[in-house]
């Protein structure tokens, strides 16, 4: 005769850790330790879809770009033939495209967050272009946001800066790329 088998209940076995649920883009985004940047918010608060209107560049490294890139690849897209699709799968003229076409902003929407994301994933990846253009359009945003100007700025030093920061960004290039990163390259 067979038994039915009974699952074990989930419930943390640690209740500091009870955070620590989901897939691993979830655990990465989640963190215990407080933000010591001194800025107001912090990655671990914030959707990644919101990474490019909330936080300055140096609070953006290599873990961030990875939940870009993974935020971006969970988004369908149902307009196959627009800017949009390409500039979520990597394209640096399609986003910066698709960026410039949404001016001027007035209202931050979803179509918003997820093309400016797009161009937030080929700034942090080290195009300078896309870093230009971010930071434009960050200083030019009709959303009444305290700390747009000082985003701008953040974008600003990242580009004079250079490439000693780039770190995972170098790497891309490399070899070490994402799956639809330069999609141009391999066709």
Same mark, same amino acid.
């Given at each position: 005769?067979?038994?039915?088998?009974?699952?074990?209940?989930?419930?943390?076995?640690? #209740?500091?850790?009870?955070?620590?649920?989901?897939?691993?883009?979830?655990?990465?985004?989640?963190s215990?330790?407080?933000?010591?940047?001194?800025?107001?918010?912090?990655? #671990?608060?914030?959707?990644?879809?919101?990474?490019?209107?909330?936080?300055?560049?140096?609070?953006l490294r290599?873990?961030?770009?990875?939940?870009?890139?993974?935020?971006?690849?969970?988004?369908?897209?149902?307009?196959?033939?627009g800017?949009?699709?390409?500039?979520?799968?990597?394209?640096?003229?399609?986003?910066?495209?698709?960026?410039?076409?949404?001016?001027?902003?007035?209202?931050?929407?979803?179509?918003?967050?997820?093309?400016?994301?797009?161009l937030?994933?080929?700034?942090?990846?080290g195009?300078?272009?896309?870093?230009?253009?971010?930071?434009?359009?960050?200083?030019?945003?009709?959303?009444?946001?305290?700390?747009?100007?000082?985003?701008?700025?953040?974008?600003?030093?990242?580009?004079?800066?250079?490439?000693?920061?780039?770190?995972?960004?170098?790497?891309?290039?490399?070899?070490?790329?994402?799956r639809?990163?330069?999609?141009?390259?391999?066709?």
């Open positions: 005769m067979l038994k039915k088998m009974e699952m074990p209940g989930r419930e943390p076995r640690h #209740q500091d850790l009870a955070v620590l649920t989901g897939d691993a883009a979830d655990l990465a985004r989640k215990i330790w407080p933000s010591t940047s001194g800025w107001p918010s912090n990655a #671990q608060d914030i959707s990644p879809l919101a990474w490019w209107r909330t936080l300055p560049s140096d609070l290599d873990a961030e770009h990875l939940l870009v890139i993974d935020t971006l690849g969970r988004i369908c897209m149902f307009d196959r033939d800017k949009l699709p390409a500039a979520v799968r990597g394209d640096t003229a399609a986003a910066i495209g698709a960026a410039l076409s949404l001016l001027p902003i007035d209202e931050v929407t979803l179509t918003v967050d997820i093309t400016m994301t797009a937030l994933r080929c700034a942090l990846r195009d300078a272009t896309s870093t230009v253009v971010l930071a434009n359009i960050l200083r030019r945003v009709g959303i009444n946001y305290p700390l747009a100007a000082e985003l701008s700025v953040s974008w600003y030093t990242r580009l004079a800066r250079g490439s000693s920061r780039r770190g995972f960004c170098a790497l891309g290039r490399s070899g070490f790329r994402d639809n990163d330069h999609a141009e390259d391999r066709a």
